[in-house]
């Protein structure tokens, strides 16, 4: 009991210095997006008017809004208010949300693994949104997003880990194949407890929150969110590695179509992947994605 409590504590400095200290992942107009509930027409101009309050939010979310991933209707979408039409309320407060994530983690210097992961997120995204939409869900964009924050903590946490992160980088390299196990050894506790306290504190995904519950239907919306990511992280070392082929594999049987017409189009979203990494305004993260 006495170590649960104390691995309790680590955790929740971490989380409250990730969340008040170093890492003000959102500033004061996340902060009014975030508190912003679709339930009434006021927070449709609400949402509009703090987004427009940031010039740098509101080009990067328009170039999202205007990407493959997103316009599927070939209309340009040129305002906010547009957008929110288009996309729906919750769908543009989550992506100005990711959009304020993105920006906190690639302020200031930016180790080579935040890199990766941003590249695998990106990858991840894209992959989770075209599986959602080849099982016609209704809001693939939320596969999407849910896809994109997958590692959310564990992101916020290498950007701010300095000598306690290259310890536990050292120590990952040495036992690659259980990192939970060195991730609690290490810092007490484990790097997804990370994404999920702060996922549910932030409300940014409530795709996200049902999966890290860890019970989810086979071949479920959330399924493909998991699968969107294990796919991207198994193809860094490119598509004809085993592990990329056994990932191939598995989306065949997820989508329940030959292996040989899948292949093509997940290929071709890596590509569409490093698109939205430029629209995100991570194109240094753009060569850990399979091309």
């Excluded at 987004?51 to 493959?68: E, Q, Y």
């Excluded at 950007?159 to 390299?173: I, Q």
């Excluded at 085993?242 to 191939?248: C, I, K, N, P, V």
């Amino acid at each position: 009991m006495t170590q649960d409590l104390h691995s309790h504590d680590r955790l929740n400095a971490w989380i409250e210095r990730i969340r008040d200290q170093e890492l003000p992942i959102f500033g004061r107009t996340a902060e009014q997006i975030r508190a912003l509930t679709d339930n009434d027409k006021a927070a449709v101009s609400q949402l509009a008017d703090a987004i427009l309050c940031d010039p740098g939010m509101t080009a990067k979310l328009l170039r999202i809004a205007n990407s493959v991933i997103f316009n599927t209707s070939g209309t340009q979408i040129t305002t906010i208010s547009r957008a929110v039409l288009m996309l729906g309320f919750n769908m543009v407060r989550q992506v100005a949300l990711s959009v304020a994530f993105v920006d906190a983690l690639l302020r200031g210097p930016v180790r080579e693994r935040v890199l990766r992961e941003m590249g695998r997120a990106c990858h991840a995204a894209t992959q989770a949104r075209w599986l959602a939409s080849r099982r016609h869900d209704v809001q693939p964009e939320e596969a999407f997003i849910a896809a994109l924050l997958y590692r959310f903590g564990e992101m916020a946490f290498w950007c701010l880990a300095g000598e306690t992160g290259d310890e536990l980088e050292a120590a990952l390299r040495q036992n690659p194949n259980t990192p939970g196990e060195v991730e609690q050894s290490l810092l007490g506790f484990r790097l997804n407890q990370l994404t999920i306290a702060m996922v549910h504190d932030w409300r940014v995904s409530p795709l996200l929150q049902s999966i890290l519950k860890g019970t989810y239907p086979r071949r479920s919306r959330e399924q493909a969110v998991v699968l969107a990511f294990r796919l991207a992280e198994d193809s860094e070392n490119g598509w004809h590695s085993e592990r990329a082929r056994a990932r191939l594999k598995d989306v065949a049987e997820y989508l329940q179509q030959p292996l040989e017409e899948i292949a093509g189009p997940v290929m071709k979203n890596a590509i569409d992947a490093a698109a939205i990494a430029e629209c995100y305004g991570a194109g240094s993260a753009v060569r850990f994605i399979p091309q």
